[in-house]
T-cell receptor, first 112, second 115 residues
Framework: GDSVTQMEGPVTLSEEAFLTINCTYTATGYPSLFWYVQYPGEGLQLLLKATKADDKGSNKGFEATYRKETTSFHLEKGSVQVSDSAVYFCALGETSGSRLTFGEGTQLTVNP | SQTIHQWPATLVQPVGSPLSLECTVEGTSNPNLYWYRQAAGRGLQLLFYSVGIGQISSEVPQNLSASRPQDRQFILSSKKLLLSDSSFYLC??????????????FGPGTRLTVL
């Protein structure tokens, strides 16, 4: 079945550092890929998505490129801020269905 | 614009008591609806999803059940809560698409503590 593997956390960075959170997937067909962010005590918010190979999703300085050859969708940001501290989830959407498969989440803490 | 509501925001219940969590969506019709559970420090576990009124798919057998009495209302229930039901419960919706999975939009969640 479909699966998502995320870089284990927690990740702790200083403000303005470069961020990479790795995400790889296993799926049949051509799934959509998503990154969600969850701030403490809140629900998940869509951060960005990509629906086909070589698409780049971007939002709020975050980027991720859908790499079919490496089955990856790594999240990057050039300069993190304290306000980026949250849990980040990579997710995969079924190619012919209605469900998302989530990774385990990566806790990011950014210190001033 | 579409919005999703969940209530209550927090709930403390004794073991063996019943449960009813409600989720409603505004601004869209015939959405797909989902219930997830998230244990502390863990990922999301899909519990139920629904593609229409009265149509419920269960992902994980347990003492929880779900119902969809109206197009934009999704209810999570239990007859008798267990200590292990303590968790953060999230409802989500997505638009109905025929060819690929659409973005899911999440509610604010309900923090359930069973004592």
């Amino acid at each position: 079945g479909d699966s998502v593997t995320q870089m284990e956390g927690p990740v702790t960075l200083s403000e303005e550092a470069f961020l990479t959170i790795n995400c790889t997937y296993t799926a049949t067909g051509y799934p959509s890929l998503f990154w969600y962010v969850q701030y403490p005590g809140e629900g998940l918010q869509l951060l960005l998505k990509a629906t086909k190979a070589d698409d780049k999703g971007s939002n709020k300085g975050f980027e991720a490129t859908y790499r079919k050859e490496t089955t990856s969708f790594h999240l990057e940001k050039g300069s993190v801020q304290v306000s980026d501290s949250a849990v980040y989830f990579c997710a995969l959407g079924e190619t012919s269905g209605s469900r998302l498969t989530f990774g385990e989440g990566t806790q990011l803490t950014v210190n001033p | 614009s579409q919005t999703i509501h969940q209530w209550p925001a927090t709930l403390v219940q004794p073991v063996g008591s019943p449960l009813s969590l409600e989720c409603t969506v505004e601004g869209t019709s015939n959405p797909n609806l989902y219930w997830y559970r998230q244990a502390a420090g863990r990922g999301l576990q899909l519990l139920f999803y629904s593609v229409g009124i009265g149509q419920i798919s269960s992902e994980v057998p347990q003492n929880l059940s779900a119902s969809r009495p109206q197009d934009r209302q999704f209810i999570l229930s239990s007859k008798k809560l267990l200590l292990s039901d303590s968790s953060f419960y999230l409802c989500a919706w997505s638009a109905t698409k025929q060819t690929s999975t659409d973005t899911q939009y999440f509610g604010p969640g309900t923090r359930l503590t069973v004592l």
